[in-house]
């Protein structure tokens, strides 16, 4: 006996539900830049480090349920108005995902694989800033989960509400 909510085939065959999967298919370094424009000048003053760190993501679906999700930090460090520094890092992965509903698929992406990809990035920026002759810079966390929050706030707020149009005689 088959059960009522199990998906039938034409047959009457119970067809499995699609099975959600995630997966992580390959993690890479796609693009990386250091300067030191000021160097070695930057190393005989008084060291007063002012950050800036630019973060982006970009998702690129491919094919077979494969995605590739980029995440882009770019940090800028100024020491008494002088660029010290500038590294910019492009991390990336490729996922398969399947079976997930589509606003699910979109926090996957969204936050789930640049939380992923982070770690990575921040050792890349770390050993960098390491090689300029810098001090060591440690990235704090970033809460992808509350950065896709904010965005889906900003975006509910944004979309102008719509009557529904009236009808004319």
């Not at 980029?70 to 890092?89: G, P």
């Not at 809460?143 to 719509?162: G, H």
Request: glycine share 2%; proline share 8%.
């Amino acid at each position: 006996m088959s059960d009522d909510n199990q998906p039938q085939t034409a047959a009457g065959q119970e067809q499995a539900p699609p099975e959600s999967q995630f997966i992580i298919q390959r993690i890479y370094l796609k693009d990386v830049s250091f300067e030191a424009p000021n160097s070695p000048e930057v190393f005989t003053r008084e060291w007063a480090p002012e950050t800036d760190l630019d973060l982006n993501t970009a998702v690129n679906v491919l094919q077979n349920n494969n995605y590739e999700v980029e995440l882009a930090l770019t940090i800028t460090v100024k020491s008494k108005d002088k660029t010290a520094f500038l590294v910019e890092v492009k991390q990336a992965g490729v996922f398969f995902i399947t079976g997930y509903a589509q606003e699910q698929l979109n926090h996957l992406l969204a936050a789930y694989c640049p939380n992923t990809l982070f770690p990575y990035a921040r050792e890349v920026i770390a050993g960098l800033v390491s090689k300029g002759s810098f001090p060591e810079m440690h990235l704090s966390p970033i809460n992808f989960d509350s950065l896709y929050a904010k965005r889906l706030q900003e975006a509910a707020q944004q979309a102008p509400e719509q009557a529904p149009p009236q009808a004319t005689a």
